[in-house]
């Protein structure tokens, strides 16, 4: 299998993917595009409203990174039409009560629709994968941060 031609001048071999990593600039997701990158898969990183630069360079070109909300079902469809997409990984979620307290209602949307809209998006463009990857009790004690 010839190696396909990745994000900004990377390279796909035998075995990779394209991913879509959402909430990439989040704790968990920026490690999902660091990892994903170092094993040669082509990622579009999707981000909402946080981005940082020096993040973004340490990576590399190996990851697109686009803003965006997972919540929107239009936006998301731009970005998949613009990106190839083979499979998605799915860190974006409102992680604990703490934070779904402040907002309940856009809580139970960026978790309930935020992953049903990309499953739809999963269905439509026969994704091979859609890993869904929960951290509401990962950091319980100031000490494990």
Do not use: C
Request: net charge positive.
């Amino acid at each position: 299998m010839a190696a396909v031609a990745g994000a900004q001048g990377g390279s796909i071999g035998r075995g990779a993917m394209a991913l879509l990593v959402t909430r990439a600039m989040g704790h968990v997701g920026l490690e999902v595009v660091r990892e994903a990158v170092r094993r040669s898969h082509r990622v579009v990183a999707l981000y909402r409203n946080t981005f940082r630069r020096e993040d973004a360079d340490d990576i590399g070109p190996g990851a697109v990174w686009v803003k965006g909300n997972i919540e929107d079902f239009a936006g998301l469809e731009r970005v998949l039409a613009e990106h190839e997409v083979d499979g998605a990984i799915h860190p974006a979620a409102v992680p604990n009560d703490k934070f779904a307290r402040i907002d309940p209602l856009g809580s139970i949307s960026t978790n309930v629709m935020g992953i049903s809209i990309l499953l739809e998006m999963a269905r439509r463009n026969r994704w091979r994968r859609v890993v869904n990857v929960s951290t509401g009790s990962v950091f319980q004690n100031a000490r494990d941060v």
